[in-house]
């Protein structure tokens, strides 16, 4: 069954340490990624998407991600966290010429300060 | 533009009663999704309508969940009779899915089914 896979549930870190988030997805064809986040209590927000050209794709607030087709991944990263990145992040997967979004299961990321 | 509007932000209702939650899209956007948040299940694609009509249907739990678009600028998503499972987070997305745009959510709304 096609279906996106995030590999951490919960992930613990300080600030300043540096973050990178799992994505793989396992359908088939051109696809579009997507990463949202989700802070305590509000709605998704874009992060960032990737839909063509550059496999590294720079977001709002200093994350990146990068895809790699080969390996049907889109792993989320930044460099350098801060409290304020605590949330909860999808990734979510949209094939081309369909019109599903589909979600990871998220991964809470809880910066310490 | 405000962006996907929603309401009630809130809803806390009795089993066995009739939930509406209501969505605007943003203007111009044809596709309309609405999504369910649990702490189990995460969030799951309920029900999703191109230009107005329903495409896929095929995440709607049971018959006591409909969906209706009666026009380009509304939705609801209706629960009839409501049961304590269907306590969840209830969002409401819209997008053109042109190849640059991506669905943009609503605020959400949270029921509470007792």
């Known amino acids: 069954a096609q279906s996106v896979s995030q590999h951490n549930h919960h992930v613990i870190l300080s600030e300043a340490a540096s973050l990178e988030l799992g994505c793989n997805y396992s359908?088939?064809?051109?696809?579009?990624l997507f990463w949202y986040v989700q802070y305590p209590g509000q709605h998704l927000q874009l992060l960032l998407k990737?839909?063509?050209?550059?496999?590294l794709v720079k977001g709002i607030k200093g994350f990146e991600a990068e895809f790699i087709k080969s390996k049907f991944s889109f792993n989320l990263r930044k460099p350098s966290v801060q409290w304020s990145d605590t949330a909860e992040y999808f990734c979510?997967?949209?094939?081309?010429?369909?019109?599903?979004?589909?979600f990871g299961a998220g991964t809470t990321v809880t910066v310490r300060a | 533009d405000a962006g996907v509007i929603q309401s009630p932000r809130h809803e806390v209702t009795e089993m066995g009663q009739e939930v509406t939650l209501r969505c605007k899209p943003i203007?111009?956007?044809?596709?309309l999704f609405w999504y369910r948040q649990t702490m189990m299940r995460g969030l799951e694609l309920l029900i999703y309508?191109?230009?107005?009509?329903?495409?896929?249907d095929s995440g709607m739990p049971e018959d006591r969940f409909s969906a209706k678009m009666p026009n380009a600028s509304f939705s609801t998503l209706k629960i009839q009779p409501s049961e304590p499972r269907d306590s969840a987070v209830y969002f409401c997305?819209?997008?053109?899915?042109?190849?640059?745009?991506?669905?943009?959510f609503g605020q959400g709304t949270r029921l509470t089914v007792v």
């Open positions: 203007s111009g956007h044809d596709y």
């Open positions: 309508f191109n230009n107005n009509v329903p495409i896929d």
């Open positions: 359908y088939g064809g051109t696809v579009n």
């Open positions: 979510a997967v949209k094939v081309v010429r369909e019109y599903k979004l589909s």
């Open positions: 990737y839909f063509s050209g550059d496999p």
């Open positions: 997305a819209s997008s053109f899915w042109d190849g640059y745009t991506e669905a943009f």
